[in-house]
Structures are given as C-alpha cells and as structure tokens.
C-alpha cells in the first residue's frame, strides 16, 4: 500500500510539474515589455511576483528581461472521501527588470 501511495504522489507531482510549466510558458512575456503590464498580468493570473531589479530607475522605465518560475505550492489529498486531486495553493514568478 505505501509503494502505492509513493508511486501515486510521484505521478502527481510530475503532473504538477507539467502543468505547471505550460502556464510559465504562457505567462511569460515575448519581447521588451513594460515592467507594469508584466507584474500586473502575471498578478491577474494568480501568481505571486517577486522582482529582481538592477538599477534604481522607475518602475515605468524598467525593461522586463526575463521571467523564470519561482516555488508552486501544492498539497494532495482527498478530502471528503474522494479521489486524490492535486490542489494547488500558490504560484510564484520572477520577473528581472533593467531600469
């Protein structure tokens, strides 16, 4: 039963980690974009952005160079009796600028 459970979780968690990277790669800009449009779109989808600037420019002057995936938090249970899900609780990105 606990190679089971094992197995189980592992398939979940690369499955996670699919889906996953398919929305960074959908949330990630394509060329120079307004540091502001960026941060507030990746927010819209529900990630929680850290940014890593070099410079000491405004925000409205930054260029976006580049964003990674940051730590997915997710639990798997079956609460209420049901098959295991995969829920996730919190995504996070990192957006570079240049100001």
């Known amino acids: 039963m606990k190679s089971y459970r ?7 968690v690369a499955t996670a980690a699919v889906l996953v ?3 960074v790669a959908t949330a990630a800009p394509s060329g120079p974009s307004r ?17 890593n600037r070099v410079g ?6 930054c260029t976006v160079t580049g964003v990674q995936p940051g730590q997915t938090y997710s ?12 829920t996730v609780l919190a995504k996070t990105m990192h957006v570079d600028l240049v100001c």
């Open 35 to 51: 540091a502001e449009d960026v941060v507030r779109t990746l927010e819209a989808d529900g990630y929680h952005v850290i940014v």
């Open 56 to 61: 000491t420019g405004q925000l409205s002057s």
């Open 6 to 12: 094992t197995t189980l979780f592992a398939a979940a």
């Open 21 to 23: 990277s398919a929305g």
């Open 75 to 86: 639990t798997f249970d079956s609460r209420g009796g049901s098959s295991p899900a995969l």
